[in-house]
């Protein structure tokens, strides 16, 4: 498995629907987002990481946390799969979450994925509990307060590392335009619904590293 630090992990400060999302979305098995396309240049919600190899992007990192806890989502592009980029970017998304005070990370497997229980297992594998809604959560911070999990060395260990300025004024922003953003009416979709990514989405598609633990 190729080394953690060939990958490079980068904050996108304006994210929009590129060709590089096409390509790696595109490789996404169906069932895990809504079908219609979306326009070039569409701007995305929330923070965007890409995950780089030598100039190339092998994959992306989401992450919401309008709504207290940081709901996460990763997409590894098909070739990259197996080669280590889901858990570097997992485990860059819990430093992220842990450095904004967060108490979890969570993610919902959506009804319709193809590989939900493959997923579900990765999930479990790298720390994640199933609760009865249905949410995989794993609690960032020190030790005492992880579920359970032998954490050492590992993100979301340890205390967290207050956010630098820049971090935080992203942060900021990010909660200020989402206050703004309509709220729905009705009640929020169910698990499964047709969502696409880049939306405040539950079960969004992660690597399942072919269960190379």
Known sequence: MPAADTLRWVHEDDPRWDADRERVFATVPEGVFRTEARRPGERLSSDWWRVEREGTVVGYGWLDDVWGDAEVLLAVEAGARGSGVGVFALHRLEEEAAARGLNYVLNVVRETHPERAQV????????????????LRKRVGDRVRDIGQHQDGRPG???????????????????????????????????????GPGEEESGGYVDPEQHRY
């Open 157 to 195: 260990t340890g205390e967290p590392t207050p956010p630098s300025d820049g971090r935080q004024a992203r942060y900021l922003a990010e909660r200020e335009r989402a206050a703004g953003r309509p709220r729905p009416e009705t009640e929020p979709a169910a698990v499964g619904a047709d969502r």
């Open 120 to 135: 579900t297992a990765w999930f479990e594998h790298h720390g994640f509990v199933a609760g009865e809604d249905g949410r």
